[in-house]
């Protein structure tokens, strides 16, 4: 959702910087660099012998590293309640689906989410967004789907946006209605797809930018998924898929064969599935928090993401069942340690190629000409550091929108 929040008209430059804009291949390392920004925008990003005239306002940053605002393409961050105790019950020998059979996961979320008001909603979210913020993130996709009913569903779309309305953070909204069966279509899940497809898609289409759903054993098959997509296609919504988490069932290579923004988690994902997200320019989101919390063993392709040249971004996918993680640092870090990425892929990760992963490329991701000026500036010089460090935040200052 792109934001009309009033943008001051001036002119301000960011110089003495480490610039790491990501525009090429690696990190764009610039020393001695400068960034200006007028309306909001960046009209330099650049070694200090090439920028504009002194700007009105200037910032120094004392060699400080600059790299753009962080975005998290992966997030439930509205929901209702927390899974504590099923957390609790798992440490004591439950596992996940135990917990799902007895009423519990994301059923129980569910339920939470369905007796919180719209206002409850954002209350119990903001502290979770500004955790977010708090690490330099200035762009956020949240996902619908602990709802699954029509209003409920809604309810949480409305929420997530007042939540951009609340904080001067971009969000973008995406409907996962096909998230979990609820209780009241046990026995019939094609029926929730066509309410789904029918009622859901065409209500949420004037709020969200994309649809997702979850491509799972657990969660719905390839073929409802593919209804899903053709709605979402039919409404004029970008795709995403949660695909290849649990098993292999080829929903990363059915959402790239429908040109899908990105296809996410990927553990069980093959070589062929990844030849298709490379065909089609699908970003693969990896999800490391939640890799880490369920304790999985199966990794995620990379040696073939790397080979095919697939575009490979990193999130918290925070929710209260599988990634209760507030710290996108935190996910460079795992995604170095657990997945093997190296500090340029894990940078990347949330930066250029998280906003490729949202379908916003042209807009913010790098330091360039014309992006909005969506700013993190670190107390660190190296950027490995920002990737090494577990459980630490470095962050300086945030700018977003140039402010
Ligand atoms: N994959 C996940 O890891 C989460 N959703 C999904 O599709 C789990 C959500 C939950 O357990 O509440
Ligand atoms: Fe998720």
Redesign the pocket.
Known sequence: MTQSRDVVQMEHSWINARLATMTDAGLGLIDGGVVTARDGRIVYAGPANGAPAAAAAITDCGGRLITPGLIDC???LVHGGNRANEWAMRLEGASYEDIARAGGGIVSTMRATRAASETELVDSALPRLDALIAEGVTTIEI?SGYGLSTEDELKMLRAARTLSERRSVRVELTFLGAHALPPEYRHDSDAYIDLVVGEMIPAAAPLATAVDAFCEGIGFSPAQCSRVIEAAQTHGLAVKL?AEQLSALHGSALAARHGALSA??LEYATEDDVCAMAAAGTVAVL?PG?YYFMRETKLPPIAAMRRHGVKIALAT?N?PG??PTTSLLLMLNMGATLFGLTVVEALRGVTVNAAAALGLGDEIGTLDVGKACDLAIWDVIDPAELVYRIGFNPLHQRIKDGQ
Do not use: E, F, P
Request: no cysteine.
């Open positions: 992966h997030t439930h996902k949660h996410d988690h999800l939640a996918d929710n599988t990634s």
